[in-house]
């Protein structure tokens, strides 16, 4: 039976609400051949750049670069340039994570162009910001950081608040690659603030836990008492708030690695009965996961801790 557009789409969308990406793309090729058999090209542009991604999302990334080209025709025939753009930037994300960081480059650049000359603004920041991606990810985090603060500027000038946080946070991994740890922090504290604000648990546990990490790593390679006392007093709040956070959800793997960081960071303040408390529990977590490669530092830190305790240092 011939199904209606308005069950194409309907069977595409709620396939892809519950991620089943092959009858999304079963029912979306369907629309594309209806579409091109009425001559709505807007349509099938729209349907292509919706495959492409769905065949991306598969693995199939050949076949997405095809239907992306294919509806790049169509919206330049149609000189719709805000579709032009989109698909430019997506044919450059898609070549980025494929390795091929050139045409990446290309397409970004080109895809700037599109929405500077359209007044696209948010695709703009869009584009600034994956293009900065394809910098760091090529050893050019000087660059990057310059391209990072553009989509800062306009996503704040946008009042986007989650694809400020996306890029604060994006903005402190290249300052990290510069050796600018504590410009860095700065940028993950506001970012952090946000995920705060916005209730997104996942993005917060993450920063919460690297940003523990770094100041972690400070405690240990500082110079000065009261300053590394510091800098472990911060990392262990980070931590305390990461733990709540994960012991509300389900993930084991998290929660477990945010003890070990506590228990590195209590023993490094000589706090052991509280350093064996965080690997004990890290220990019985990776236990009950199987990741049994965990398992012997932690026992031996376990150990290191329980003997300068007794020996009162």
Do not use: C
Not at 205 to 218: D, F, P, R, S
Not at 266 to 281: K, L
Request: aromatic share 6%.
């Amino acid at each position: 039976m011939t199904r209606s557009t308005v069950e194409l789409l309907r069977t595409a969308r709620e396939a892809i609400q519950q991620q089943d990406f092959v009858v999304a793309v079963e029912a979306l090729e369907e629309l594309v051949a209806y579409t091109r058999a009425d001559g709505d090209t807007e349509a099938e542009t729209r349907h292509l750049g919706s495959l492409a991604l769905l065949y991306n999302r598969l693995g199939m990334s050949d076949e997405a670069l095809d239907y992306l080209e294919r509806a790049l025709q169509l919206a330049r025939s149609n000189g719709d340039r805000i579709s032009e753009g989109g698909l430019l930037g997506n044919l450059g994300n898609i070549l980025r994570e494929t390795g091929n960081y050139d045409a990446a480059i290309h397409h970004l650049n080109m895809a700037l162009v599109v929405a500077q000359e359209s007044g696209d603004k948010r695709g703009r920041g869009i584009w600034l910001s994956n293009l900065a991606l394809v910098y760091d990810e090529t050893g050019k985090a000087e660059d990057a950081i310059e391209l990072h603060a553009q989509s800062v500027k306009i996503a704040r000038e946008l009042r986007d608040q989650r694809g400020l946080a996306q890029r604060l946070g994006n903005m402190a991994n290249s300052l990290i690659s510069m050796g600018q740890i504590l410009q860095a922090l700065d940028h993950m504290t506001e970012a952090i603030d946000i995920y705060r604000k916005l209730g997104d648990k996942n993005a917060l546990v993450l920063w919460l836990t690297v940003m523990g990490n770094i100041y972690a790593e400070l405690g240990r390679v500082v110079q000065g008492d009261s300053r590394r006392t510091s800098y472990f007093v911060q990392a262990l709040s980070l931590y305390r708030e990461g733990l709540r956070l994960v012991r509300e959800g389900n993930d084991p793997i998290t929660e477990a690695n945010i003890l070990r960081g506590m228990g590195d960071a209590y023993g490094n303040m000589a706090n052991y009965d509280d350093a064996i408390t965080s690997y004990v529990g890290a220990v019985r977590l990776y236990e009950g996961m199987g990741m049994v490669d965990h398992l012997p530092p932690l026992r031996d830190n376990i150990e290191v801790a329980k003997r300068l305790r007794d020996e009162g240092n």
